[in-house]
């Protein structure tokens, strides 16, 4: 099937910015979004961008999309010690709901 | 808030065993998902079920597995005879609506399944 990879892990300073990447293999994806995974909860949809959009911005949050290149960023901006989570980056296509996930990557945020 | 509620939060059973997994849905949603989490693996999805019935699947969701809507609330994945390789997070999920990047799926916490 398509492929959905990201880094296994992430560790940053609290206050500074977090940058998680995704690349995907896909070339029908239609959307692609970010959930983030808090121990012993579900999955949370952060934010999510349209593929013909190539930027998205909430709040402390910015996605970037290179269609072209098929690579997906989250930026958080201020990470804060309560942004320590799993991050997974999914797509999926105009046909259905199925997501494609990766595998996630694990913040740890220090302080 | 609402929220999407899975019992229990962990079932070990033995191999060759049946399991169900329990979930309740948000009580408006018409979408209902499976997806399982084998650990160090990524997220994959097993199935998705509208107006009572499979509206897709994957490859993972072969004979062994069913999905039921027995009551208005409850949403359950049965494995039929479990295998060592079933052991896994499986999480289950619901939305409004679907096809669409602002037709949100809330998730449970997730069942973790040990089989043993």
């Known amino acids: 099937g398509e492929d959905v990879e990201q880094s296994l892990f992430l560790s940053v300073r609290e206050g500074d910015s977090s940058v998680i990447n995704c690349t995907y293999t896909?070339?029908?994806?239609?959307?692609l979004y970010w959930y983030k995974q808090e121990p012993g909860a579900g999955l949370q949809l952060l934010t999510y961008i349209f593929s013909n959009m190539d930027m998205k911005q909430d709040q402390r949050l910015t996605v970037l999309l290179n269609k072209k290149d098929k690579h997906l960023s989250l930026r958080i901006a201020d990470t804060q010690t309560g942004d320590s989570a799993i991050y997974f980056c999914?797509?999926?296509?105009?046909?259905?709901?199925?997501?494609?996930f990766g595998k996630g990557t694990s913040l740890l945020v220090t302080p | 808030e609402p929220e999407v509620t899975q019992t229990p939060s962990h079932q070990v059973t033995q191999m060759g065993q049946e399991v169900i997994l329990h979930c309740v849905p948000i009580s408006n949603h018409l979408y209902f998902y499976w997806y399982r989490q084998i650990l160090g693996q990524k997220v994959e999805f097993l199935v998705s079920f509208y107006n009572n019935e499979i509206s897709e699947k994957s490859e993972i969701f072969d004979d062994q597995f069913s999905v039921e809507r027995p009551d208005g609330s409850n949403f359950t994945l049965k494995i039929r005879s479990t295998k060592l390789e079933d052991s896994a997070m499986y999480f289950c999920?619901?939305?409004?609506?679907?096809?669409?990047?602002?037709?949100?799926?809330?998730f449970g916490q997730g069942t973790r399944l040990t089989v043993v």
């Open positions: 999914a797509e999926s296509s105009n046909s259905g709901y199925a997501l494609n």
């Open positions: 896909d070339s029908s994806s239609t959307y």
């Open positions: 999920a619901s939305s409004e609506e679907t096809g669409g990047a602002d037709t949100e799926a809330f």
